[in-house]
């Protein structure tokens, strides 16, 4: 739908959809039953640790599938590591997610496990010095079209854009927004660090401590539509970094060196994040996922939710360096989170949970738990071999 603003123009959503990346077609995903005993370290998984991510999924779970299962959860003492184990293996029963072979590829039993977090930064309310670099509540010039309310055929699809006279255009990328005129008055904090507030739209929400000692969270509250792109992809494509040396730390390190660059390097990304301030809560939790429960560190995953419904338990493991073998909760989504098998742990707050997500890139089989005699939802499940 149009937030605000007058009746698009045709020429305008034209404009609009010349704009937008198309949109790949989805791979079929496969549910393959599986035993208890093919999850790899599952016996030896510290589970009781992700009991509460489970009830707090439970609480907001509205499935009529999930209502015995999240009913016995709530009887479950003692909880240990055993009985929360044991609780599993009588309620849930395992489905391999594999994606399936299109053409004549592979089936493809694992996928990408990335990492985010929330960071945790300085900041300040108004623009002082040393503290140049703003981010932005959503302007009043931002228009949302509901694709779908045009042409039934894109129903789901969403676009972002703004009126120039008659005609909805694109919505100003990154190298744009010092022309625009909609966002004065719009800061709703400053940061010391350009890359920082980069890394901070990337994650979407942080934490920022204030000169008087208080810590605020900002939280995703849109985006001007723009396509992501990579700005460690870009530095390996300019023959800056290699494909080893682009996480976080390598970046950070090369932008140190090269400062002349940064607002380049930066405006490769066009797209744009724009924040609202939020409650900070248990100051223990991550910021809120998109399932509407606070994210725990090394519990809580990102998924597509259009094979992994929110709420869901997951086993996945990881070898490599990565080496992560664990119970967790499909709690979040993000933008760079497309098909399955793939998920994006979420690794914490503050400096050592981004040294580890900014280094963390490995594949992963995934294994969706799913309340026992319960088909999984909408995939066929081919039978185990």
Known sequence: MIRQGPALALAGLCVLLAACHTVPRRATVEFVLAPWHDLPGWEADASAQAWPVMLASCRVHSQPEWNDVCAAAAQLDPVTDRTVRDFFTAHFQPFRIIRAASGAGARQTTGLLTGY??????????????FDTPLYSPPADLLTVD??????????????GRLVGKTVVPYFARAELAADPALQGHEIIWLQSALDGLLLEVQGSGR????????IRLGYADQNGQPYHSIGRYLVTQGALTVEQADIPGIRAWLSTHPQRLREVLNANPSVVFFQELPLGDPTLGPRGAQG???????SIAVDPAFIPLGTPVYLAAGGDANLRRLVVAQDTGGAISGAPRADLFCGIGDDAAALAGTLRAQASLWLLWPRDAPPPGIAVPARP
């Open 147 to 160: 694709l779908g309310a045009i042409i039934p055929e894109l129903k789901g699809r969403r676009v972002r």
């Open 117 to 130: 977090y929330e960071p945790q930064l300085r900041g300040s309310r108004t623009h002082l010095a040393g």
């Open 293 to 299: 429960v606070a994210l725990t560190a090394g519990r």
């Open 208 to 215: 920022i401590q204030l000169d008087d000692g208080t810590v």
